[in-house]
C-alpha cells in the first residue's frame, strides 16, 4: 500500500498542522492541530493505534469528526488510547458505530468549540456533515472532511442529487478568506489540502456554481 503524496517533504502542512497521512482508495487522512487550548484532533476514520504522530502530540482536548463515515468501528479504539469520546453533530452522533463513545454532539449552527476553533454546519455529503475553522493570529483553515475532495487535483463533491440545493448553500456560506483547504476522504489525490486564499475562493464558487447547474439538469 502507497500513502498518497508519500513524496512530501513534511507531516506538517502549515505551523502547528499535522498531517496523518491516509491511504488512496482505503483510508482518509486525520490532522493534529496545536491549539490555543490544546491539541485537537480531527478525522478519525481508523484505529490508530501506536501512530507516532498520535502519541507525540497526546494528551487532546476534541477529538472531531465531520461525519459518520468517519465514526467507524476502529476508532473506537484511537478513542480508548488517548481517553476521548468523539465530537460531532447531533444528526451523525446516532448514526456511528457500535462501540464509538460520543463525547460532544453537537447542534446544526454554528458553534465555537474554543477560541481559535469553530464548527459549522456543512450538510449534504450527509445530513449532519459538519466542518470546521481553525484560526491561527492572521492564518484560517477550512476542515471539509468528506464534503469536499480533491480528485487528481480537481476539487469535487460526493452528494446526492436530493441534497445539492441544501448543500450549494451550505458551501455558499463559507464566505470567509481561507488560507488553507483540507480534505479527509480517501479519495484525495494527490494531495488533500490547497493553499491560497484566492484559490481556495475560485474552488468554493466553482463548486456553488457547479451543484446548482447539476439540480437545474434533473427538471
Known amino acids: 500500500m502507497t500513502a498518497p503524496a508519500s513524496g512530501y517533504p513534511t507531516t506538517e502542512i502549515s505551523p502547528g498542522i499535522h498531517w ?11 490532522y493534529i492541530l496545536q491549539g490555543l487550548a490544546g491539541n485537537y484532533l480531527l478525522g478519525v476514520s481508523r484505529d490508530l493505534t501506536g501512530n507516532p504522530l498520535i502519541e507525540k502530540f497526546m494528551p487532546y482536548q476534541i477529538l472531531c469528526i465531520g461525519d459518520r463515515h468517519h465514526g467507524k468501528s476502529a476508532a473506537s479504539q484511537l478513542c480508548k488510547q ?18 464509538v463513545t460520543v463525547e460532544q454532539a453537537l447542534p446544526m449552527a454554528r458553534t465555537s468549540l474554543f477560541e481559535d476553533f469553530i464548527a459549522l454546519p456543512t450538510p449534504g455529503h450527509t ?8 484560526t491561527q493570529a492572521n492564518h484560517v483553515t477550512l476542515f471539509m472532511g468528506d464534503s469536499l475532495c480533491p480528485v487528481n487535483g480537481v476539487w469535487r463533491y460526493w452528494v446526492s442529487h436530493s441534497n445539492l440545493p441544501k448543500f450549494a448553500h451550505s458551501i455558499e456560506s463559507l464566505d470567509g478568506n481561507y488560507d488553507l483547504m483540507v480534505g479527509n476522504s480517501f479519495a484525495c489525490s ?3 489540502f490547497v493553499k491560497g486564499q484566492s484559490v481556495i475562493r475560485e474552488i468554493l464558487d466553482g463548486i456553488v456554481l457547479t451543484a446548482r447547474s447539476n439540480k437545474r439538469k434533473q427538471h
Open 82 to 99: 488517548v481517553g476521548r469520546g468523539i465530537t460531532c453533530s447531533e444528526i451523525e452522533s446516532v448514526k456511528l458505530s457500535k462501540g
Open 20 to 30: 496523518i497521512k491516509g491511504v488512496l482508495n482505503e483510508t482518509g487522512h486525520a
Open 190 to 192: 494527490p494531495l488533500p
Open 127 to 134: 445530513p449532519g456533515a459538519l466542518s470546521y475553522i481553525f
